[in-house]
């Protein structure tokens, strides 16, 4: 599927049925772990097949507004060492497989778990488990009851997150439209992101976009969204040609994080 279509429909699932996800899809899923994982020294995911233990290990601990997503199935994501640029790795190459594995017809939804002591970590992930922050929950969503109510997360406009030379001055629909980005930061939008904050910002200036971050005080979080965020525009740059990738620096910028800049 086109990723600005994919985008748009996307949505995180917190509701899954018991149903485990069939032999041949997690096997394909572990081959995907491992593709992704080779390419960055820095991260390294793993997969808890049987999900109860890990449900059960951070029941009060994860999961939304107080209460655990109980999936069939979890992927971890550990980063070596805890540091922006391995946040935005994070958010990177955990949003890649992500996207792969909703493409196999699995739902899925990222649970924060920085908050969650040590201890109880080690407990549930092993050794390492310290060096886990983010998890996927994978599985199939159960069909909504009637009265469940409606979880939507709204987004910010177009003209709100992308701005033209400097942050606050706004860019026009034509001007995206010439570069034929217009769709590309309209489906942007859609990214998931920590508790829906959508801290990414970005400035066109010639040839160029660049990146910023919001700051709040929940900044390694966002470097996570920024990193998945920085992942989708790679991505829908390639259905108008354009293979190109971030060239990330990251830099104090009063009341945003400049994380880096993309050629157009
Ligand atoms: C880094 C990150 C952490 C997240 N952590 C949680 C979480 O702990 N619990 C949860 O229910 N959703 C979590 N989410 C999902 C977001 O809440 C969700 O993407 C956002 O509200 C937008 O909703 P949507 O994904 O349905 O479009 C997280 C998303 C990201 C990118």
């Keep these: ?20 996800v069939p032999k041949d899809k997690l096997e394909n899923i572990k081959l995907l772990m491992e593709e992704i994982g080779e390419s960055e020294s820095d991260i390294k995911f793993s997969f808890y097949e049987n999900g109860s233990i890990v449900a059960k290990g951070l029941d009060g601990k994860a999961g939304y507004d107080g209460v655990m997503i109980n999936a069939p199935h979890y992927i971890a994501l550990e980063i070596k060492e805890d540091n922006a640029i391995n946040a935005l790795k994070c958010g990177y190459y955990l949003e890649k497989l992500n ?6 017809d699995v739902d899925t939804c990222w649970i924060t778990v920085d908050q969650v002591d040590r201890d109880t970590r080690k407990n549930i992930f092993g050794e390492d488990g310290e060096n886990i922050n983010f998890l996927i929950a994978i599985g199939y969503g159960a069909k909504k009851k009637l009265f469940d109510p409606e979880v939507t997360s709204p987004r910010l406009k177009v003209e709100e997150i992308v701005f033209k030379d400097k942050i606050g001055i706004p ?20 990214a998931p992101s920590h508790k829906n904050l959508q801290p990414w910002r970005f400035v066109l200036e010639g040839h160029k976009i660049y990146a910023y971050m919001v700051k709040t005080d929940e900044d390694s979080r966002s470097f996570v969204d920024m990193g998945v965020v920085l992942f989708y525009v790679e991505e829908m740059m390639k259905s108008i040609n354009i293979q190109n990738k971030w060239n990330i620096s990251l830099k104090d ?7 880096g800049s993309y050629n157009i």
């Design 171 to 190: 860019v026009s629909i034509e001007e995206l439209e010439n570069y034929g980005i217009f769709d590309i930061f309209s489906s942007v939008r859609y």
């Design 99 to 104: 996207t792969k594995i909703v493409d196999l």
């Design 1 to 20: 599927m086109l990723m600005t279509n994919f985008l748009q429909k996307r949505k995180s699932v917190r509701n899954f049925k018991n149903n485990v």
């Design 253 to 259: 910028d009063g009341k945003y994080y400049y994380i």
